[in-house]
Structures are given as C-alpha cells and as structure tokens.
C-alpha cells in the first residue's frame, strides 16, 4: 500500500544472492548508491517467480519513519469521482504515501466484518508523511480535491491507534469478502493500467460482475493504476463459480492489455496468466525465452512457471 510513495519491491532491493542452475553463486550489485556498470540482474531476477534461479539473500533498501503520519478517509457518489480525484492529486504534486480505493461492495463487507460504520460509497483511504506542518497541509489540499469531485465526510488523524483501526479494515479486506459468502475462498486477480484508463477499466469489471450476477470485491492502489478483484468461489457451487469467475478474469486482462496495462501488477504469472503473456509482450516474449534457456538450460527452476512454452 506504500508503494505510490515509495516504490515496489522492485525498487527496493538494492542485491541479491543468487544461486543458479548449474550451482554458481553470484552477487547482483554492490554497495555504491548507483552503476552504470554491467547489466541489471537484480532487476532481472526480482519478478522472474523463481524460473532463473534460488534468491538466497536479499540486500534492501530502508527508509526512516516519518516525523509524522496522519491518515484520511472520504466517499465518493461515484467510483468515477474518486478516481478522477487520485488523477488530480497526483498533477497537483501531493506526495502521497498511500491511496486505497475501495467499492461500494467491499465497504459494505469491512462494515459487516469490522462493525464499522462508514458509508457504503467508493471510499479511499488515506496517508500523508512529513513534518507535522507538511501533512497537515498535504490533508487539506487533498479534502480541496476531493471535494471538486464529489468527495464528502472527509477525515484525517494523526492519532496512531485511529490510523490503526483504518488501516487494519484496509488489510482485512479478503477476510471480509470471504465473510459476505461463508465458507468460500478467494479467487484473488489483479491489472494494472495507466490511471488515465483506470476508471474506465473498473467500471466495465464492476458491470461484467454485476451482469454474472455475483458478488466480487475490488480495492485497488490506485495511484499506480493497480486494483484487485475478489471473487468468491464456495465449495456447493464450485464448478460454477470457477467457470463464471474465469470468464470475468478473461475480460478483466484482456481489457487491461487493450488498455496498455498489464495482466498483472502484482500477483505474478505463475500458471493461471502464462496464456496472457503473448498478447502483452509480443515478440519480446521470445526474449524472455532465449534469457530463460540461457540461465537454465535445463529447466529445473520452478518449471512450467510464469513462461508459455514455445510452439
């Protein structure tokens, strides 16, 4: 959730340990602050899910605590207008440490499941670091904001255990969709697409869902353009829910890719989004195919994971 401000892991690893295939050992990087020396195998192995070889030790990035923190909260009539709002505040400049949305759905289920009573509204939740000054002014420009777009009851804290009790419904959130179907796990999916097309992009998913007729979650970290989509499957009605599920995930990327986003923001690959790969990376596709025979001729890391096989 930090990773509008901060960056993804991605960004933060500064080295890796890494044993490949044919049992060497090697260092990614070293410790100087930046290199234009060499290729950037940190970056190649961060995300690779495994398939190019054993990450044994990680070297990251640490950041200090803000001097102060303080968390917001505020509605929106429509998912369009809280949308429309990160877009704004991300032009203006605010530096945001975090900016959740969450559905109408999913604030319904973190009511039920927390016994909270926020409105049941597209919601996004809040953060701001700095001085005690710069976030006190970073929440008042951001209430200006909100409330160009339709953006209502805004409210920020500085208290830690009220910022606790806000995020804590934000972390909980698969528990609390699971707890609106009893019994059911979660088939969790994510994209992420440029956040000029991020409200398009949830609106459609939110009428695919609607038109199956179930009932799906969505939160999303949307100052990246990233949200997922938790769909519920339970064990008397598997074999349908499977089925109607997968579809909407079938929409859901292919829309995404059409977008100029990607199957997948966060999640990773792994098997269920291999058959998406082509589509988004084309004929770099092969690239990663070449990379992957180069560093594990052989096939023994992770096989039959993230990379399609060739025809």
């Given at each position: 959730?930090?990773?509008?401000?901060?960056?993804?892991?991605?960004?933060?690893?500064?080295?890796?340990?890494?044993?490949?295939?044919?049992?060497?050992?090697?260092?990614?990087?070293?410790?100087a602050r930046?290199?234009?020396?060499?290729?950037?195998?940190?970056?190649?192995?961060?995300?690779?899910?495994?398939?190019?070889?054993?990450?044994?030790?990680v070297?990251?990035?640490?950041?200090?605590?803000?001097?102060?923190?303080?968390?917001?909260?505020?509605?929106?009539?429509?998912?369009?207008?809280?949308?429309?709002?990160?877009?704004?505040?991300?032009?203006?400049?605010?530096?945001?440490?975090?900016?959740?949305?969450?559905?109408?759905?999913?604030?319904?289920?973190i009511?039920?499941?927390?016994?909270?009573?926020?409105?049941?509204?597209?919601?996004?939740?809040?953060?701001?670091?700095?001085?005690?000054?710069?976030?006190?002014?970073?929440?008042?420009?951001?209430?200006?904001?909100?409330?160009?777009?339709?953006?209502?009851?805004?409210?920020?804290?500085?208290?830690?255990?009220?910022?606790?009790?806000?995020?804590?419904?934000?972390?909980?959130?698969?528990?609390?969709?699971?707890?609106?179907?009893?019994?059911?796990?979660?088939?969790?999916t994510?994209?992420?697409?440029?956040?000029?097309?991020?409200?398009?992009?949830?609106?459609?998913?939110?009428?695919?869902?609607?038109?199956?007729?179930?009932?799906?979650?969505?939160?999303?970290?949307?100052?990246?353009?990233?949200?997922?989509?938790?769909?519920?499957?339970?064990?008397?009605?598997?074999?349908?829910?499977?089925?109607?599920?997968?579809?909407?995930?079938?929409?859901?990327?292919?829309?995404?890719?059409?977008?100029?986003?990607?199957?997948?923001?966060?999640?990773?690959?792994?098997?269920?989004?291999?058959?998406?790969?082509?589509?988004?990376h084309?004929?770099?596709?092969?690239?990663?195919?070449?990379?992957?025979?180069?560093?594990?001729?052989?096939?023994?890391?992770?096989?039959?994971?993230?990379?399609?096989?060739?025809?």
């Amino acid at each position: 959730t930090n990773a509008v401000r901060y960056g993804t892991m991605r960004e933060n690893v500064l080295s890796l340990e890494v044993v490949t295939s044919d049992g060497r050992v090697i260092r990614t990087a070293r410790r100087a602050r930046k290199s234009s020396s060499g290729y950037d195998l940190t970056r190649l192995f961060v995300g690779s899910e495994g398939t190019l070889g054993i990450i044994t030790k990680v070297t990251l990035k640490l950041f200090g605590i803000p001097e102060a923190i303080s968390s917001a909260v505020v509605s929106f009539d429509s998912l369009a207008g809280a949308v429309d709002a990160v877009i704004a505040t991300i032009q203006w400049g605010i530096p945001m440490a975090r900016i959740e949305l969450l559905d109408d759905v999913q604030m319904d289920a973190i009511n039920k499941y927390a016994d909270l009573d926020y409105p049941i509204k597209p919601t996004l939740f809040l953060e701001f670091h700095g001085s005690d000054a710069g976030v006190k002014e970073q929440a008042e420009r951001m209430a200006e904001v909100c409330g160009e777009f339709g953006g209502d009851n805004f409210s920020w804290t500085s208290n830690t255990e009220e910022r606790d009790k806000l995020w804590a419904a934000r972390h909980n959130a698969a528990y609390s969709a699971i707890a609106l179907k009893p019994g059911a796990s979660v088939m969790a999916t994510d994209v992420c697409v440029p956040v000029s097309k991020l409200a398009e992009c949830i609106l459609a998913t939110k009428q695919d869902v609607d038109d199956a007729g179930i009932v799906a979650p969505i939160v999303g970290h949307v100052g990246d353009g990233n949200f997922h989509v938790q769909l519920l499957i339970h064990p008397d009605t598997r074999e349908e829910d499977i089925r109607v599920c997968s579809e909407i995930n079938r929409k859901l990327v292919e829309r995404a890719i059409a977008m100029d986003g990607t199957c997948t923001g966060e999640h990773g690959v792994g098997q269920g989004k291999m058959k998406y790969l082509e589509a988004e990376h084309g004929e770099a596709l092969n690239v990663m195919r070449t990379i992957k025979m180069a560093f594990d001729p052989q096939n023994i890391m992770n096989p039959g994971k993230m990379l399609p096989p060739s025809d």
